[in-house]
C-alpha cells in the first residue's frame, strides 16, 4: 500500500477500520485481518510521521469501530481521553464493538497493550 502524506494515512485508516469493523460484525476473520495488517501500516506510518496522535479527530466518528481504533491507538498519548472513548462505545454501543472496546481497556489497564501500541 502506498501511503502519499498524513491526510491520505488518515483517510485510510477511517476506510480500513470500518472495513474491519464490517468484518468483526460478520464474523469474517480474513477480512478482518487483511483490515488489521492494513491498519497497523497506517498506523506504523503516522507514528514515523509524528503523526499518530492525528487519530484524535476520529473520536467523535459516527462509526464506533474508528473511535476504537483511534482510541486504541493514542492510549500511550491521551489515556485519559481514550480510556473514556472506550467507556462510552462500551456503553452506549449494542453490537461486537462493545466487547472490543471492553477487552482492549482489560489488557491496557493489565498492561498488555503498552507495547504492542506504542509500536
Given at each position: 500500500?502506498?501511503?502519499?502524506?498524513?491526510?491520505?494515512?488518515?483517510?485510510?485508516?477511517?476506510?480500513?477500520?470500518?472495513?474491519?469493523?464490517?468484518?468483526?460484525?460478520?464474523?469474517?476473520?480474513?477480512?478482518?485481518?487483511?483490515?488489521?495488517?492494513?491498519?497497523?501500516?497506517?498506523?506504523g506510518?503516522?507514528?514515523?510521521?509524528?503523526?499518530?496522535?492525528?487519530?484524535?479527530?476520529?473520536f467523535?466518528?459516527?462509526?464506533?469501530?474508528?473511535?476504537?481504533?483511534?482510541?486504541?491507538?493514542?492510549?500511550?498519548?491521551d489515556?485519559?481521553?481514550?480510556?473514556e472513548v472506550?467507556r462510552?462505545?462500551?456503553?452506549?454501543?449494542?453490537?461486537?464493538?462493545?466487547?472490543?472496546?471492553?477487552?482492549?481497556?482489560?489488557?491496557?489497564?493489565n498492561?498488555?497493550?503498552?507495547?504492542?501500541?506504542?509500536?
Amino acid at each position: 500500500m502506498k501511503i502519499k502524506d498524513v491526510n491520505h494515512a488518515l483517510s485510510l485508516f477511517e476506510k480500513h477500520e470500518i472495513k474491519f469493523g464490517e468484518g468483526s460484525d460478520a464474523g469474517n476473520s480474513s477480512k478482518t485481518n487483511y483490515h488489521y495488517d492494513k491498519i497497523r501500516e497506517i498506523a506504523g506510518f503516522l507514528k514515523k510521521e509524528k503523526a499518530l496522535p492525528n487519530l484524535s479527530i476520529f473520536f467523535k466518528h459516527p462509526n464506533p469501530w474508528v473511535r476504537v481504533g483511534a482510541a486504541v491507538h493514542l492510549l500511550p498519548w491521551d489515556e485519559i481521553k481514550s480510556l473514556e472513548v472506550l467507556r462510552l462505545i462500551e456503553t452506549n454501543e449494542k453490537r461486537i464493538v462493545t466487547i472490543e472496546a471492553q477487552y482492549c481497556m482489560e489488557e491496557w489497564e493489565n498492561g498488555d497493550l503498552k507495547h504492542f501500541y506504542t509500536l
